[in-house]
């Protein structure tokens, strides 16, 4: 997990290593993500779901309870679907607190990767960054 600390803000608590995971999966497909497809990409990382964690506890309650009710995620019904589906998507909180160009820059890191070799993600992430600087630059 030491790679995901280097990038995170808070690196002294692993949950915000998990959360920036999620986020990160979220973000590369697209902004929604189908909780199966969530909860495989988790266990490729040795993070199950279906098992205790020694440093989470109970994985899926950390983040369908507490990342929801801290507003990091949305954990949301898919209409129509039977059996039922959830599908995550970012929260209103991580609109705010995270950036998708750290994000993208993570993702580089971690995949030994140019950010701009996701075009999409790169152009989305840096259009975010100048807006939300312009916006909070016109606040001052």
């Known amino acids: ?12 608590n692993p949950k915000m290593g ?3 995971v999620i986020l990160s999966v979220i973000f590369m497909k697209g902004g929604v993500v189908r909780e199966n497809l969530m909860w495989n990409t988790l266990k490729k990382l ?8 020694e440093e989470f506890g109970d994985v899926r ?3 369908t309870d507490e990342f929801v009710r801290q507003r990091y995620l949305e954990y949301v019904r898919v209409p129509h679907t039977e059996p039922v589906e959830y599908e995550f998507r970012w929260g209103q909180r991580s609109d705010m607190e995270v950036s998708k160009a750290q ?5 580089g890191q971690l ?12 152009r989305e992430a840096h259009s975010t ?7 909070s630059s016109n606040h001052r």
């Open 46 to 53: 040795r993070v199950d779901p279906g098992q205790r964690h």
């Open 18 to 20: 998990l959360l920036f």
């Open 111 to 122: 995949l030994e990767q140019d950010p701009q070799s996701w075009t999409q993600q790169y």
């Open 129 to 135: 960054a100048s807006s939300s600087q312009a916006s």
């Open 61 to 63: 309650k950390v983040i």
């Open 1 to 12: 997990w030491c790679v995901f600390f280097s990038v995170c803000r808070r690196p002294s």
């Open 103 to 107: 994000i993208l820059e993570f993702m």
